[in-house]
């Protein structure tokens, strides 16, 4: 599985970056078939101090899912998008 990760209006850390891998790559074993996963942490505007959100999108054979958190902290953020991708990710898997 490839991950592409894009930072938007900051500069991502190796540890943050390194982080997102790790987390995104347990997803790969409950799909072997996701081609790709595009990662994309940004600032959110505002004042709101939950202003940090991650943006992950599947690239898999037939379908895309696509997930958005918004928390107070990018490693947050990344947690709770993999959580709710694993729940969709066991939703699609063939019976």
């Not at 993999?82 to 990710?89: F, H, N, R, T, Y």
Request: include cysteine; charged fraction near 25%; charge should be positive.
């Amino acid at each position: 599985m490839q991950i592409l990760i894009k930072s938007v209006h900051f500069k991502a850390g190796s540890d943050l970056e390194q982080f997102a891998i790790d987390k995104i790559d347990k997803l790969s074993a409950l799909n072997s078939r996701i081609v790709r996963a595009h990662v994309t942490l940004s600032l959110e505007p505002g004042g709101n101090p939950e202003n940090k959100s991650c943006e992950i999108l599947l690239s898999l054979p037939g379908e895309d899912p696509f997930l958005k958190k918004t928390a107070g902290s990018f490693e947050e953020a990344i947690s709770q998008a993999v959580v709710a991708l694993e729940k969709v990710l066991r939703r699609m898997k063939p019976r």
